[in-house]
T-cell receptor, first 115, second 112 residues
Framework: EADIYQTPRYLVIGTGKKITLECSQTMGHDKMYWYQQDPGMELHLIHYSYGVNSTEKGDLSSESTVSRIRTEHFPLTLESARPSHTSQYLCASSDRRLAEKETQYFGPGTRLLVL | EDQVTQSPEALRLQEGESSSLNCSYT??????LFWYRQDPGKGPEFLFTLYSAGEEKEKERLKATLTKKESFLHITAPKPEDSATYLC?????????????FGRGTQLTVWP
């Protein structure tokens, strides 16, 4: 079972607020990812990281930022929340050293509602 | 351009009624195909990874198979607790290292 944690699990916030979604993993995985998922739709990659101080943008990243200062921590920040940001945000990690390479393990998700 | 297509979108089975879910993909060079189970309000839970055509993996009532163009998730004698959304994802050899492309999932409901 993967040890990957996300906080908060649920968040209701007003338009224009700055928010940070936390993600941490205790497995020492080198890669970490953020996805956005809407009901009935596929997961969309927002950001990913190969390791400390390495981050890349995905498909839906233009309105958020990430940082990877420590291996185990990969926070996602929305500078100014909008109702269009309402969604579920999923964090994942993987490790190339494992036998089943590229297998991603997911956290429980953060459900965000922007009013 | 869809790279991963799952069918059906939804499937209702009676307990004990076996069936299969399909995942077809159009990536140029497959480096791995992944199956996940997702319960409402939770993150996807890893089930299987398949790397080459002909490969099969089993876990309890689930069996995943892979061909050059598609994968099947066979569910034998399902139980109500198997109800969930099953997601398929592929890792494309031509993609940036570490990117998976997901399908929209098949929502499975097993009723007693």
């Amino acid at each position: 079972e993967a040890d990957i944690y996300q906080t908060p699990r649920y968040l209701v916030i007003g338009t224009g607020k700055k928010i940070t979604l936390e993600c941490s993993q205790t497995m020492g995985h080198d890669k970490m990812y953020w996805y956005q998922q809407d009901p009935g739709m596929e997961l969309h990659l927002i950001h990913y990281s190969y390791g400390v101080n390495s981050t890349e943008k995905g498909d839906l990243s233009s309105e958020s930022t990430v940082s990877r200062i420590r291996t185990e921590h990969f926070p996602l920040t929305l500078e100014s929340a909008r109702p269009s940001h309402t969604s579920q945000y999923l964090c994942a990690s993987s490790d190339r050293r494992l036998a089943e390479k590229e297998t991603q393990y997911f956290g429980p998700g953060t459900r965000l509602l922007v009013l | 351009e869809d790279q991963v297509t799952q069918s059906p979108e939804a499937l209702r089975l009676q307990e004990g009624e076996s069936s299969s879910l399909n995942c077809s993909y159009t990536v140029s060079g497959l480096r791995g195909l992944f199956w996940y189970r997702q319960d409402p309000g939770k993150g996807p839970e890893f089930l299987f990874t398949l790397y080459s055509a002909g490969e099969e993996k089993e876990k309890e009532r689930l069996k995943a198979t892979l061909t050059k163009k598609e994968s099947f998730l066979h569910i034998t004698a399902p139980k109500p607790e198997d109800s969930a959304t099953y997601l398929c994802a592929v890792f494309d050899r031509g993609s940036t290292l570490g990117r998976l492309y997901f399908g929209r999932g098949t929502q499975l409901t097993v009723w007693p």
